[in-house]
Nanobody, 127 residues
Framework: QVQLAESGGGSVQSGGSLRLSCAAS????????MSWFRQAPEKERERVAV???????DYSDSAKGRFTISRDNTKNTLNLQMNSLKPEDAAIYYC?????????????????????WGQGTQVTVSS
C-alpha cells in the first residue's frame, strides 16, 4: 500500500555529515507521522527523529542538536541531515511511517507502532 525507500547512507569519518533521504510512494498520506529509526548490531531499533503533520519535530537525546529531520510533501520525500557524526551513530537507518495524523511530539516512539518501513540504508562512522 505504501512503499518507502531510503538512500544516502555511506561511510564518513567522525565529525562528518550525511544526508539521508526517503522516497514515499503508493497510498501515502503526507500527514502521516514520519520517523527515522536506526538499529545497530545487537541493539533494539530506536527512533532518532520524527516529524508530524504540522511540521513539528522531536529528536532522541543523542540526535538533538546534531540531526535535522524535514519533509517535502510536494515531492513525497523525508530527509535527515546528520552532522557531527560519531561512531555510536553507526547503524542501519530506516524510514518509517505511522498511520497517525499528529504533531511530532505526539507521534509514536515505538517501532511496532509504525506501519510502513523502508529497507534501510547503512551508515558507518569511523573514528
Amino acid at each position: 500500500q505504501v512503499q518507502l525507500a531510503e538512500s544516502g547512507g555511506g561511510s564518513v569519518q567522525s565529525g562528518g555529515s550525511l544526508r539521508l533521504s526517503c522516497a514515499a510512494s503508493g497510498n501515502m498520506d503526507s500527514r502521516y507521522c514520519m520517523s527515522w529509526f536506526r538499529q545497530a548490531p545487537e541493539k533494539e531499533r530506536e527512533r532518532v527523529a520524527v516529524i508530524g503533520s504540522d511540521g513539528s519535530t522531536d529528536y532522541s537525546d543523542s540526535a538533538k542538536g546534531r540531526f535535522t529531520i524535514s519533509r517535502d510533501n510536494t515531492k513525497n520525500t523525508l530527509n535527515l541531515q546528520m552532522n557531527s557524526l560519531k561512531p555510536e551513530d553507526a547503524a542501519i537507518y530506516y524510514c518509517a511511517a505511522a498511520r497517525y495524523i499528529s504533531s511530532g511530539y505526539d507521534c509514536p516512539w515505538r517501532a511496532r507502532e509504525y506501519h510502513y518501513w523502508g529497507q534501510g540504508t547503512q551508515v558507518t562512522v569511523s573514528s
